[in-house]
């Protein structure tokens, strides 16, 4: 396996992207980073680290590393994962946590873990799902809109408790900036019930076909009301008229109630994801199969 570095997102997009783009949905964290480190590289002031892994000249695997995020990683073999372990220990390139489709992470992780020392942990189970045509659900009370600069302060405010309350690991020191990029962007919406706002959600990583949906956040005291469900369901259908191929998002499989109203929308799932996180101390290897 010949383990190759690139010296830039779009170089590395050249190269690996024929292997990516044949499961976009399932390869959107990989492909949207990537975009973004051209499109917008003032938003990765550090820049990203970028490999390739080939087998007799075939690109069969590639990772993408922001500093002091996870290390994400494609669908490869047990042998480019291996080459890709022994190629980062002997740089320095500092691997927080690594996220990827099904049983990838936890392979790489067993390699990584065994070789550095560190123990590896699972932070999350996720699900990726995506959506090709809305199924309608029954439609809440209220309307749905473009966010507006009006509503930036409680849409920062909704920004880090959505944070805190997923542990994404999103936190921001400017919720308020960050939120008046993404409105300035034209990728977050909100549902309004007597013209105050009691949802939003968002969309980023856009790919040659497909968007992804994040930011779905209602506080708790408006939920059980089904804006939600109605806020996705618009915005859905907004991308797909659009043209969008596709919308797809991540849910995080310990909680039932958003996998399920994803699926009454029209979601269908893609693959699962795991987020596993290294940590250095002695505590007993954590089981992260399903």
Known sequence: ??????PSAAAWL??????????????????????????????IPDGQRLWGIADQGTTVGAALLTPRH?????????????ALSGALAVSDVTVPGV???????????????????VTLRQRMRQRIYACTEVNWPPRADG???SAADGDTKPLADWWSAFAREVDSGQQTDDPEGTIRRIIGLGRLFVWTVDDEIVSCAGVTRPTVSGIAVYFVYTP???RGS???????????NRMLAAGRHFCCLYTDLANPVSNAIYER??????????WLEFVEDSSPISSTRP
């Not at 996870?70 to 291996?82: D, E, G, I, K, T």
């Not at 996220?99 to 020392?117: C, H, K, L, N, T």
């Open 226 to 236: 089904e804006f939600a469900t109605s806020c996705v369901a618009e915005l859905t």
């Open 1 to 6: 396996m010949d383990v190759r570095v690139y």
């Open 14 to 43: 050249d190269d690996v992207s024929p292997l990516l783009s044949s499961a976009e949905a399932e390869n959107n964290l990989l492909l949207g980073l990537a975009r973004r480190a051209v499109e917008e590289p003032d938003q």
């Open 220 to 222: 708790p005291e408006r």
């Open 70 to 82: 996870n290390l994400v990683l494609s669908r490869q073999p047990a042998a480019a994962l291996s």
């Open 99 to 117: 996220v990827g489709p099904d049983e990838i992470p936890y392979q790489f992780a067993q390699i990584w873990s065994s070789r550095m020392g």
């Open 143 to 145: 309307d749905f809109r």
């Open 265 to 274: 929308i029209g979601y269908r799932p893609v693959c699962d994801s795991q």
